[in-house]
């Protein structure tokens, strides 16, 4: 089995607010039946692109993020994931003012941030767990 792509890998640093965001963002990637390197291509796009806060996810029109995705080699689930991230994103910016950062900086455990993670619908355990083992303890329940 190929090792995990980690955060570092994409040159994503946790311990900041950008890269907290960029880090869900790849976590919701990877959290779907895709191949890693697929996943890690799409991310790349999108970072290539600018789409670096939640308000880049939430038009009503979604064609811009399914041919995003499509061009980050994200084939196979590109609708449902343009579906998927949009409603993610609206929620984030509706519950934690668009800040993953907030997310895990108002929770009190890991187990809490994966709670809320998984309130957003499409996300499940494995995205939670694929987010939650790059945040640094240290980040949890400093707000």
């Known amino acids: 089995m190929a090792a995990l792509i980690t955060a570092a890998d ?8 950008q890269g907290l965001f960029d880090w ?12 890693q390197k697929a996943a890690a291509r799409a991310f790349e796009k999108f970072r290539e692109d600018g789409w670096d806060s939640p308000a880049h996810f939430t038009a009503d029109d979604y ?6 995705l499509w061009e980050g080699d994200y ?22 003012d668009g800040s993953a950062a907030r997310l895990v900086r108002t929770a ?3 187990e809490e941030v994966s709670e ?28």
């Open 75 to 96: 084939h196979r689930m590109s609708s449902v994931m343009s579906e998927e991230l949009r409603g993610v994103m609206r929620a984030l910016i509706a519950d934690y």
């Open 10 to 17: 994409l040159s994503i640093d946790t311990t900041t607010d």
């Open 24 to 35: 869900l963002l790849a976590s919701l990637l990877f959290g779907r039946p895709v191949p």
């Open 116 to 143: 809320r993670l998984q309130r957003f619908k499409g996300v499940g355990p494995k995205t939670a767990e694929i987010f939650l083992r790059e945040v640094p303890d240290a980040l949890i329940g400093t707000s």
């Open 108 to 110: 009190s455990t890991r």
């Open 63 to 68: 064609h811009p993020l399914w041919h995003e």
